[in-house]
Nanobody, 127 residues
Framework: QVQLVESGGGLVQAGDSLSLACAAS????????MGWFRQAPGKEREFVAA????????FYLDNVKGRFAVSRDNVKNTLYLEMNTLKPEDTAVYFC????????????????????WGQGTQVTVSS
């Protein structure tokens, strides 16, 4: 079993950058495919990015491609989401999640694929 704790959220202005971290404990992060999801007030949870275990392939929501980058540090057992050129519509609670599955983008973009979730960190982008 793995425990996940996000950090790095905050209030920024449009155009700014922010880096989120997801610290894992209990199991080695390299054993898992990892995802980032977000949920804005009154909206459904939305896939943002994922990084697959083993080959490290990454997948992104279309409207964050080129602005966001997901990475992992297996030594630090930490997942990251680097967010650049932030927009007000990026405002949401961001969650990291872990799964032992080895899937393509379609599978890793589904919340139900993941068995472990963090508590979330708030990102607010002002215009």
């Amino acid at each position: 079993q793995v425990q996940l704790v996000e950090s790095g959220g905050g209030l920024v202005q449009a155009g700014d950058s922010l880096s989120l971290a997801c610290a894992a404990s209990g199991r080695t992060l390299s054993s898992y495919s990892m995802g980032w999801f977000r949920q804005a007030p009154g909206k459904e949870r939305e896939f943002v990015a994922a990084i697959r275990r083993g080959d490290g392939n990454t997948f992104y929501l279309d409207n964050v491609k080129g602005r966001f980058a997901v990475s992992r540090d297996n030594v630090k057992n930490t997942l990251y989401l680097e967010m650049n050129t932030l927009k007000p519509e990026d405002t949401a609670v961001y969650f990291c999640a872990a799964t032992s599955a080895f899937l393509g983008r379609e599978g890793l973009s589904q919340g139900r694929t993941y068995g472990y979730w963090g508590q979330g960190t708030q990102v607010t982008v002002s215009s």
